[in-house]
């Protein structure tokens, strides 16, 4: 069974910074796309950044060069650095992995919490 778990979500200020990671387990095959998504009550989930393997990282306009995602594709684990986090940053934060193109397959973690507030 494939699980995704993601870490290294809290608590805090505007202008802060998070790290946030997941790795997978039950496969092993790679993970061709890895992304993290995020969502808040009363909206859809929402894709933050992605990267494929052999591909550029793309991110979501509003993160406006605060965040980074990388990953180890050996290993199907994927990080997301954020910093000058903004009130509405806060959300659900969601690892995704997807072996291949087409594949209908969509892998989820549970979800770790981000909250920005002063």
């Known amino acids: 069974q494939v699980q995704l778990v993601e870490s290294g979500g809290g608590l805090v200020q505007p202008g802060a910074s998070l790290r946030l990671s997941c790795a997978a387990s039950?496969?092993?095959?790679?993970?061709?796309?890895m992304a993290w998504y995020r969502q808040t009550p009363g909206k859809e989930r929402e894709l933050v950044a992605t990267?494929?393997?052999?591909?550029?990282?793309k991110y979501a306009a509003y993160v406006k060069g605060r965040f980074t995602i990388s990953r180890d594709g050996d290993k199907n684990s994927v990080q997301l650095q954020m910093s000058r986090l903004a009130p509405e940053d806060t959300a659900v934060y969601y690892c995704?992995?997807?072996?291949?193109?087409?594949?209908?397959?969509?892998?989820w973690g549970q979800g770790t919490q981000v909250t920005v507030s002063a």
């Open positions: 995704h992995g997807r072996e291949a193109f087409g594949d209908p397959r969509l892998y």
């Open positions: 990267q494929i393997i052999g591909g550029d990282a």
């Open positions: 039950g496969t092993q095959s790679r993970f061709t796309v």
